[in-house]
């Protein structure tokens, strides 16, 4: 599939007793329909999130969004405000499993694109490890003129 959407994401991570992380993306990528009334959100990651060789898909499904993850890096994170999630988190050094604690989600996601904000803590051994906010607009990419 081509792409066809134009992706910016803004992450910001705040773990104890350290600044906060900021990482902001834009980026091609495809937006579809899943078949039974949700969306899915596919991009190629890049040195830039220090995940290059990993596809991303994030599939919202009205009150719930997983984060599919495959390539040098496999995850799956399941987000749905108020609820606690295992997940596993496997890197090249390793896998972990870790909990995701999603405190508030909105998206407005549709066909023409919109947005998704997740705001969520990971916890990895009961221990919250951090405080993230993940924020994606997701926009038709108008084609070329020639």
Known sequence: ??????ISIKGRQLYAES???EVELVTSGTLRR???GGYIVS?????????EGTTTRLH???????????????SQMVFEEGRRHLSMYETPYGALSIGINTRRMRSTLGEAGGDLEIDYAIEIDN????????RMNVRANPPLRQ
């Open 43 to 51: 991009y190629a990651e890049t040195e830039l999130t220090g995940l």
């Open 19 to 21: 600044s906060p992380d």
């Open 1 to 6: 599939m081509t792409d066809n959407v134009i």
């Open 60 to 74: 919202v499904d009205g009150g719930r969004v997983t984060l599919l993850r495959e390539g040098n890096v496999n």
């Open 127 to 134: 221990l919250i490890a951090g405080q993230n906010l993940f």
């Open 34 to 36: 899943d078949g039974a």
